[in-house]
């Protein structure tokens, strides 16, 4: 079915909750294991009927977020979700309860009962309101990032169209095009440090009234973390300060010599070379029909999965007026469907938006058929594996999009992957200090954001711009207003696609045996275990980093990068 002919009606929550709550009672009933596996997958029915309809409210909502038909669907989502959240919660409840529990993992996996746990503690009745006007807080965060007109070169801009002005030859241009940019921020500051300090306040007091210490552990437990906490994660970033940090100035001392500048500004680290980044040669429809021969070389899987995404319309892509900003991925579980949305702006990163969310896509497409709705989808940070991985095992065919560019682009995607993981571990470890000192105020937690990119990018300025000096640069990073905790996710999963690099180097057959395999488990496994399944090494072992970021640095120093 094409997206759009998949027909949108507002669940009738009232029914719904009827439904489930009889479904509930008949699994506690239940005398065998299989009549409880017929009350799981009719529960399941009813979760993917649910699941869908919030689904096509919010693509359509972010495809355009003027439409006040969808807006006030949105809406009614953000509403009734966290009530939907409360009769899940008593299904966990009835599933952990069960004898059955050694059948049941046999058939569903021990995945389901440990995500269970972890929700079932992270939820209660008691904070239902606090979780709705969380979400409206949300709401109203998009909602004034994607109101954004920038007045640029006698064009009002959204911030994606201002994309390309960012890293132009051009210093004087991409200095004016990052002052009207952070301009729309400190415009917006307090409104800014208003919704977050809301937004934390209420995170920590549904902590509190659910027994955790604060909302660091419970914002753990809501990305369903199961086999690691904060120490872990500490300890990662550790390792970055001590390998990843040290590659990354030298990068960012190579790009300075290449742009013959004197000092990198702030505005100066978004372009990589004298001629200019690397740049699709073609419009986005171009860049769509180069993917279709891509992923049909690829693999017969990739070729499935593509052809299905374009046919039926699953792919938004080019940035409009009203849109939202972002990229990601979903799934329509009625419809069996991911969706890609993504906001194209005629530079590198629309190529691998589509090989990054294409993987996302492609990993929900391998495991659609999975047998409960946690599975579509691994955990965040299992999940950015497939995304980021994917960009790597297209390299062969880059040159169809970026043709005599092909090397620069190489170099630039290599070397930009390494540059993000320490800003991947600031965004991480802000977070920690926000909701471990809930009552510091916005001038603390900006003072303390600057601290941190003092540390993971020591050779950073921004002495031309007050507000990036004063730390408002996390404004625009919308992990943290919309999803707490959600980011060291892509730091753990940029090691581990790194590993995947490694290994296309050496047996490119061998690699796409381990990542289709990784794909096709979905979310049936915990992150440390869907890794060990793809023979990757931890990112949490003490020596993860340091063990391939030679391959990487030899690499990235083979390649003369001032004749790109």
Sequence with gaps: MKFSEMTYERPNMGDISSQMKERIAALSRAETADEQLEQIAAINNLRNHFMSMAELASIRNSIDTRDEFYKAEKEYFDTVSPEMEAIETEFREALLASPFRAELEKHLGAQLF???EVQKRSFGNAIVADMQETNRLVTEYNALVASAKIPFEGKD?????????????DRHVRRSANEARYAFFAKHEEDFDRLYDEMVKLRTRMARQLGYDNYV?????????TDYGPAETRRFRDQIKRHIVPLAESLRERQRQRLGLDKLQYYDLALHFPTGNP??????????ENGRRMYRELSPETDAFFKFMVDNELLDLQSRDG?????????????????IFANFNGTAHDVTVLTHEAGHAFQAFESRNLPCPEYYFPTSEAAEIHSMSMEFFTWDWMNLFFEEDTEKFKFYHLSTSVLMIPYFAVVDEFQHFVYENPTAPPQERKAYWRELERTYFPSRTYEENEYLERGGYWHQQLHIFNYPFYYIDYGLAQVCALQFWTKIQSNKEQAWKDYLHLCQLGGSRSFVELVQAANLRSPFDENCIESMIGDIANWLDSVDDNAL
């Design 279 to 288: 740049e699709p040669k073609g419009d986005p429809s171009w860049i769509v």
């Design 157 to 169: 801009l959204t911030l994606s169209q201002m994309g390309r002005y960012l890293n132009a030859p």
């Design 114 to 116: 440990k995500l269970a």
């Design 217 to 225: 552990q419970m914002g753990y437990d809501r990305m369903n973390r």
């Design 323 to 339: 849109k939202r900003v972002g990229g990601y991925c979903t799934i329509i579980p009625s419809a069996k469907a991911p969706f």
